[in-house]
Nanobody
Framework: QLQLVESGGGLVQPGGSLRLSCAAS????????IGWFRQAPGKEREGVSC????????TYADSVKGRFTISRDNAKNTVYLQMNSLKPEDTAVYYC????????????????????WGKGTLVTVSS
């Protein structure tokens, strides 16, 4: 089965941190750009952060710059999103996505070309 599986979500207080993981099952991620998207209640899905297949190029939404860091470990077939200084506005379901042969700036700007989607992990930032 070809799957992306997210983990690491949960409830955290404002100012806290979480690390999300996205692990591939049934295929390898090294030929794919990877993105983290999120969808909050009442909002459209947005690109949070994307990373090139080599890990050498990354993009971040303005709302998370300086607080979130995306990384990948192709040897482990896993991508991470380190989220620090979390705010209530970060509350959303976070989805991992993989796309073949795409620039990260294009991937995070739109998701029509995504090849694989995870089912999402819920992040709730609340006191």
């Amino acid at each position: 089965q070809l799957q992306l599986v997210e983990s690491g979500g949960g409830l955290v207080q404002p100012g806290g941190s979480l690390r999300l993981s996205c692990a591939a099952s049934g295929f390898t991620l090294d030929n794919y750009a990877i993105g983290w998207f999120r969808q909050a209640p009442g909002k459209e899905r947005e690109g949070v952060s994307c990373i090139s297949r080599s890990g050498g190029s990354t993009t971040y939404a303005d709302s998370v710059k300086g607080r979130f860091t995306i990384s990948r470990d192709n040897a482990k077939n896993t991508v991470y999103l380190q989220m620090n200084s979390l705010k209530p506005e970060d509350t959303a379901v976070y989805y991992c996505a993989a796309q073949y042969r795409v620039l990260v700036v294009a991937m995070c700007a739109g998701s029509n070309g995504v090849d694989y989607w995870g089912k999402g992990t819920l992040v709730t930032v609340s006191s």
